[in-house]
């Protein structure tokens, strides 16, 4: 079974920084992009960013502008998003995510952790 599990994140005042992680299981983590989602209050899901599998590529969406940086430790199948200088507009749900074929290509998700950026 697919898992994915977040953490890290919590609550801090604009301009702060948070390290979220996302362990997971389940699959051959080093085959497979990962990528972040984030879902503000009120909001559709959005990409964050993507990280092939190797490591060596990135997609990040525009909103970032070099604040955060994806990574990932195949070795320990865990996924990483460093974010600095962070907005109130960066409140959001955080979620991990891999897209895989099976039969058809499916979306397998983690549970999310919640980032507050607040004074």
């Known amino acids: 079974q697919v898992h994915l599990v977040e953490s890290g994140g919590g609550s801090v005042q604009p301009g702060g920084s948070l390290r979220l992680s996302c362990a997971t299981s389940?699959?051959?983590?080093?085959?497979?992009?990962m990528s972040w989602y984030r879902q503000p209050p009120g909001q559709e899901r959005e990409l964050v960013a993507t990280?092939?599998?190797?490591?060596?590529?990135?997609i990040y969406g525009d909103f970032v502008k070099g604040r955060f940086t994806i990574s990932r430790d195949n070795a320990k199948n865990t996924m990483y998003l460093q974010m600095s200088n962070l907005k109130p507009e960066d409140t959001a749900i955080y979620y991990c995510?891999?897209?895989?074929?099976?039969?058809?290509?499916?979306?397998?998700w983690g549970q999310g952790t919640e980032v507050i950026v607040s004074s």
């Open positions: 990280i092939t599998h190797p490591g060596t590529h990135f």
């Open positions: 389940g699959f051959t983590f080093a085959d497979y992009a």
């Open positions: 995510n891999v897209k895989m074929w099976t039969t058809v290509l499916t979306d397998y």
